[in-house]
Structures are given as C-alpha cells and as structure tokens.
C-alpha cells in the first residue's frame, strides 16, 4: 500500500548486533504497530504506537525497543538479535484502535545468523 | 492464552467449488471480526468485516458468517478462483482494544 513503507525489505544480520527497521506513513494515522509472522504463530504483537513518543507493549516485546518521534515515523530495534528473532516483521497504521481496519505494509524479512 | 483461533492450518478447494475458512474465539466480549488475506512476499489485505450485530456480511464472492452463540466466525468464497489461494488469517476487537489475529490459514485453490 502506497500510504506506509517499511525499509529495508530485507536485511541478514549477525548474532548480537543491533538492528533498526523503519515504518514510514503517509495517511497521519495516530496508532502504528510492529508485528512478527511465524509460522504457527500467525502475527504477533510487539509494540504500539498511540502517538508521538507514547508506545506501550505488545505480547512478543522481549528483545525489542521501538520510537516515534514523529507522526509519520515508527522504529523497532532489535538491541542484541538473536537466531529466535529471524522473521517476517510487519508495520502497520490505524486511524483508530478498535472495530477498523489496520493497513500493513510489505514486510521486512529478517534473517540473525 | 490463544484468544482467536484458526484450527486448520491448511485447507485444498477445486477451482469453482466453495471455500470454508473457520475462526473460533474465546473472548465473548469481541464486537468486531475481520478477515485479511495474504500473498507471499505481501503485507496482509484486509478482505472483510462484521460487527457483532450483524451474523452475515457480503461483498462479492465473499461472504463472512458469524455465530455468537458458537463463538465461530466463518469466511465463504464462491466459487473459489486460483487468485484466491493465499494465506487467511481472521482477527478480532473488543470495543477500542487492539485487534488479536489468528494464526492463519492456508488456501490452494487447484485447478
């Protein structure tokens, strides 16, 4: 979809290194959120976004940090990855948090060897 | 604690015939079901929606049911089409809460 972009799509990264993926909007929509996709495990939460520098925690958040110091900008970062954190990771936007739609993004598969 | 849940993780229709998805839920407190449908190397699409007042809702070849009393929420597809093989996954909230997902269902539509 047009109107969100993650960078980069894809990524392989070391054993204890830092990652940063990056969610990109364009609709000003107020609630961003980070996914991952396992198989098994369908898309699991990580963390949120309600605004401008307030994020709160999803179910899987371990291991992760996310930012959003603008309205338009959402950042996961993997602070040490490891092989557990190898996924598909999804972004995506709602203008509201309930009983609407979310707007994903095309996903950014990363690989920890 | 899995509150949405797709049992089948796979499921093989004939082109033409009709596709069943089904999604079961624990939380009588959800208000509003989604479906989204998703192609590899793809972000998530949303399909459909019903508010918990309604029990059916159609848009096209598609066409979601829900079963309160059951906590069943079904996806039908007629007739199936190859486009349609993707992975399905249904999601649900409760009031002004976050969406929980499922865990995803697996459709191939053979020719």
């Known amino acids: 979809d047009a109107g969100i972009t993650q960078s980069p799509r894809h990524k392989v990264t070391e054993t204890g290194t830092p990652v940063t993926l990056r969610c990109h909007q364009t609709?000003?929509?107020?609630?961003m959120y980070w996914y991952r996709q396992d198989p098994g495990h369908g898309l699991r939460l990580i963390h949120y976004s309600y605004g401008v520098k307030d994020t709160d925690k999803g179910e899987v958040s371990d291991g992760y940090s996310v930012s959003r110091s603008k309205t338009e900008d959402f950042l996961l970062t993997l602070e040490s990855a490891t092989s557990s954190q190898t996924s598909v990771y999804f972004c995506?936007?709602?203008?509201?948090?309930?009983?609407?739609?979310?707007?994903f993004g095309s996903g950014t598969r990363l690989t920890v060897v | 604690d899995q509150q949405v849940k797709q049992n089948s993780p796979s499921l093989s229709v004939q082109e033409g015939r009709i596709s069943i998805l089904n999604c079961d839920y624990t939380n009588s407190m959800f208000d509003y079901f989604l479906w989204y449908k998703k192609y590899p190397a793809e972000g998530p699409t949303f399909l459909i929606s019903i508010s918990s007042i309604k029990d059916k809702n159609e848009d096209g070849r598609f066409t979601v049911f829900l079963n309160k009393s059951a906590k069943h929420l079904s996806l039908h597809i007629v007739p199936s089409q190859p486009g349609d093989s993707a992975v399905y996954f249904c999601?649900?909230?409760?009031?002004?809460?976050?969406?929980?997902f499922g865990q995803g269902t697996r459709l191939t539509i053979n020719p």
């Open positions: 609709e000003n929509h107020r609630y």
């Open positions: 995506a936007i709602s203008e509201n948090r309930g009983r609407t739609p979310y707007t």
């Open positions: 999601a649900a909230s409760e009031g002004a809460q976050k969406l929980v």
